[in-house]
């Protein structure tokens, strides 16, 4: 049984290898009658493309996306129009070199997916690990452009908060901050810091972990499948499936255990236009699993790049050890251009929760 898929109304299926022809996705169950540019895909794809400062892997890719399917085509030549059926979306790898990795095909990589692959599938492909390259994430964060769609009136963002011990000054908080600078950081002062440490980790071969924080605005409340598909579950599955990935929180997180119950709850009064309001939203937009219509908010932290120049020590597959350094061209911190991958997921999640919320009450339009 293989598992390449996710989401139950909203289903992403990814298909293809970081050192193959193409890689891309199938979306299937979007809706009918969504109009998207190309360009509309692109902007997030570009976002999420390596070589684009020094803070991050040389490797150019174009990650240019075609669509293959599911779409009528508009006379104006740029607008597609979804027909419901499945929409496939296609990205040419056109920089692979699978040379750099021909040392390590029987080393396993501490930290990697190498042994585990191996452990498992009995192969694996060593030519920039396969299925278990970041490179099959451009395909999610272009079924996360369409479902950005299905709910148009939703923001999605997403900001790194933390790089090694370098925490960002929430007082500086800018959303308009964050396309400024190399890092997606929201705090202008932090640039710098950031810019500092990394070029010294980077001279050093070496690598290191971050945390990003991604907001959903403009969700209804309402969403959420309780008990075994509740919304912060399937947030946090989705983003705890994104590569390196070894932490989520929602809303208040990890921080709630030094909470009382005082500060934590979040209180309720009635607004103004006479519909109910959160005083605070340590819940992270989440109450049962439901979303309540404040922004939802999750953090997930990302462990350093374990492909580094430093020598370290390790097996090979005939178990003998092995003094293993790992050349070729690797993100110093892979938390950088994991800001759009989970800002995919997170808007994944929601569409295929708005979807399956329709089937469940047909409340919301
Ligand atoms: C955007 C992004 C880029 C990544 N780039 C690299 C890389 O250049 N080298 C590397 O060893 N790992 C990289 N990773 C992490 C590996 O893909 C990941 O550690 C590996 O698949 C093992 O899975 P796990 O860390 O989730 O256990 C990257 C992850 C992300 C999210």
Redesign the pocket.
Known sequence: MSHNTFGHMFRVTTWGESHGPALGCVVDGCPPGIAFTLEDIQTFLDR?KPGQSRF??QRREADEVKVLSGVLPQDDGVTFITTGTPISLMIENTDQRSKDYGEISRQY?P???DY?YDVKYGLRDYRG?GR???RE?AARVAAGALARKVLPDVSYRGALVQIGKHRVNRANWNWNEVDNNAFFCPDAEMVPVWEAYLDEIRKAGS?VGAVIEVVAEGVPAGLGAPIYAKLDQEIAAGLMS?????GVEIGEGFNSAELTGEENADEMRIGNDGRPRFLSNHAGGILGGISTGEPIVARFA??P????LTTRQSIDRDGKEVELR?K????PC?????VP?GEAMLACTIADHYLRDRGQTGRLG
């Open positions: 999420r991050v892997t990589r930290g990697h997916a585990t690990g278990s390259s970041a994430t690598s994104i590569n390196a990935v070894k990302v462990k790049t374990s492909s580094i790992t070729g061209r690797h993100d892979v938390g950088i251009r994991a991958i």
